[in-house]
Nanobody
């Protein structure tokens, strides 16, 4: 099990940028696939982005591709989500997630919440229009 703590959320105007950070604990951090999800008010949690344990492969929801970038620094036990050209519909609580049990392999998907078994507390992002 790994502990995750998100930070970097806040209020930004449409067209602006924010960078979210996820700090992870554990000596085996580099072995975990990581993902970002978000939950908007009154809506279900949705996939945003994912990155392989090595950082060599990245994946994005169609709604954010071209605007958001996921990255990781395994030496620092950190995962990042750079959010550019933000839109009001990006307003949500953003969660960092880790697959510590090879669930991505079981479900064959990086965009299902069931593929991750460790979650952070979330950080609020509000985009004003």
């Amino acid at each position: 099990q790994v502990q995750l703590v998100e930070s970097g959320g806040g209020l930004v105007q449409a067209g602006g940028s924010l960078r979210l950070s996820c700090a992870a604990s554990g000596r085996t951090f580099s072995n975990y696939g990581m993902g970002w999800f978000r939950r908007a008010p009154g809506k279900e949690r949705e996939f945003v982005a994912a990155i392989s344990w090595s950082g060599f492969s990245t994946y994005y929801a169609n709604s954010v591709k071209g605007r958001f970038t996921i990255s990781r620094d395994n030496a620092k036990n950190m995962v990042y989500l750079q959010m550019n050209s933000q839109k009001p519909e990006d307003t949500a609580v953003y969660y960092c997630a880790a697959d510590t049990s090879n669930l991505i392999g079981r479900y064959g998907s990086r965009w299902r919440s069931e593929s991750y078994d460790s979650w952070g507390q979330g950080t609020q992002v509000t985009v004003s229009s």
